[in-house]
């Protein structure tokens, strides 16, 4: 299983950015899909998931109404949609997918390589 996550970059505050994640080796709407992030001496912490069907999503109140992630099946990708950046959005950003629907980021087995996004002032 490979997780390719692309799209990031330097944006200024306000600004959006769209991150990408394509998947294979697996059968992809099996598995929840879900967005991490982790900041310079931080840990990493959750953004949001997606069931496999799209159905379903959870956000990370600092996120929520500013983001949104996506799926799109057939394509074997997850997107984030990040709108309105703040300063502290600043951080890699990884993807990765699970089995079971969870913010944990224990419950993911499979991560990609993250994706550098950086909001300046």
């Known amino acids: 299983v490979q997780l390719q996550a692309s799209g990031g970059g330097l944006v200024q505050a306000g600004g959006s950015l769209r991150l990408s994640c394509a998947a294979s080796g697996r059968t992809f709407s099996n598995y929840v899909m879900g967005w991490f992030r982790q900041a310079p001496g931080k840990e990493r912490e959750f953004v949001a998931i997606i069931s496999g069907g799209g159905g379903s999503t959870l956000y990370a109140d600092s996120v929520k109404g500013r983001f949104t992630i996506s799926r799109d099946n057939a394509k074997n990708t997850v997107y984030l949609q990040m709108n309105s950046l703040k300063l502290e959005d600043t951080a890699v950003y990884y993807c990765?997918?699970?089995?079971?629907?969870?913010?944990?980021?224990?419950?993911?087995?499979?991560w990609g390589q993250g994706t550098q996004v950086t909001v300046s002032s």
């Open positions: 990765a997918s699970a089995r079971l629907y969870s913010r944990s980021a224990a419950q993911y087995d499979y």
